[in-house]
T-cell receptor
Framework: GESVGLHLPTLSVQEGDNSIINCAYSNSASDYFIWYKQESGKGPQFIID???NMDKRQGQRVTVLLNKTVKHLSLQIAATQPGDSAVYFC????WGQGAQKLVFGQGTRLTINP | NAGVTQTPKFQVLKTGQSMTLQCAQDMNHEYMSWYRQDPGMGLRLIHYSVGAGITDQGEVPNGYNVSRSTTEDFPLRLLSAAPSQTSVYFC?????????FGDGTRLSIL
């Protein structure tokens, strides 16, 4: 079955620096991944997604890279801001009757230091 | 636009008590789901629904019941609460794309 995992549970970076959060997956047939941001006391919020026919996808200050050879994806946040402090999850959807069922990784807590 | 609304935000129960966690969405989404999040972990799917009258089990369904009588509401029922059900519960909805999550119900079972 699907499983996603993260290399590090915590990450601290200086405000203005770039951050990279990593995620590994085990199923070589996996074809779609989503990154979520969860702020304290809130539910997860969609950041960006990527399909397996892409190696890279960019959003506003965020880039996701997918390496299918080693089954690894990363989330890069440029010029980090205090508001980027949160827990970040990679998630892999499966499908049931057309509904998206998410399998979440453990999460990485990102702390932005002033 | 409220999005996904969960009530209550906090609840403490005694072992064996029953309770219903409420979830409502105002986006006319057909898909709704319940997840639980334990400390230091990602969310795990409990039950989901693809429309009114249709529900199915997720990864960790034991001890929970759901029903979907309307498009807007998707309540989660604990019939006999156990300490292992202490967790934060999130409801989500979608129209087939990315899921929109509520802010959670923090539930403690003593």
């Amino acid at each position: 079955g699907e499983s996603v995992g993260l290399h590090l549970p915590t990450l601290s970076v200086q405000e203005g620096d770039n951050s990279i959060i990593n995620c590994a997956y085990s199923n070589s047939a996996s074809d779609y991944f989503i990154w979520y941001k969860q702020e304290s006391g809130k539910g997860p919020q969609f950041i960006i997604d990527i399909r397996s026919n892409m190696d890279k996808r960019q959003g506003q200050r965020v880039t996701v890279l997918l390496n299918k050879t080693v089954k690894h994806l990363s989330l890069q946040i440029a010029a980090t801001q205090p508001g980027d402090s949160a827990v970040y999850f990679c998630a892999e959807p499966s499908w049931g009757q057309g509904a998206q069922k998410l399998v979440f990784g453990q999460g990485t807590r990102l702390t932005i230091n002033p | 636009n409220a999005g996904v609304t969960q009530t209550p935000k906090f609840q403490v129960l005694k072992t064996g008590q029953s309770m219903t966690l409420q979830c409502a969405q105002d986006m006319n989404h057909e898909y709704m789901s319940w997840y639980r999040q334990d400390p230091g972990m990602g969310l795990r799917l409990i039950h989901y629904s693809v429309g009114a009258g249709i529900t199915d089990q997720g990864e960790v369904p034991n001890g929970y019941n759901v029903s979907r009588s309307t498009t807007e509401d998707f309540p989660l029922r604990l019939l006999s609460a156990a300490p292992s059900q202490t967790s934060v519960y999130f409801c989500a909805s979608s129209s087939g794309g990315s899921q929109h999550f509520g802010d959670g119900t923090r539930l403690s079972i003593l």
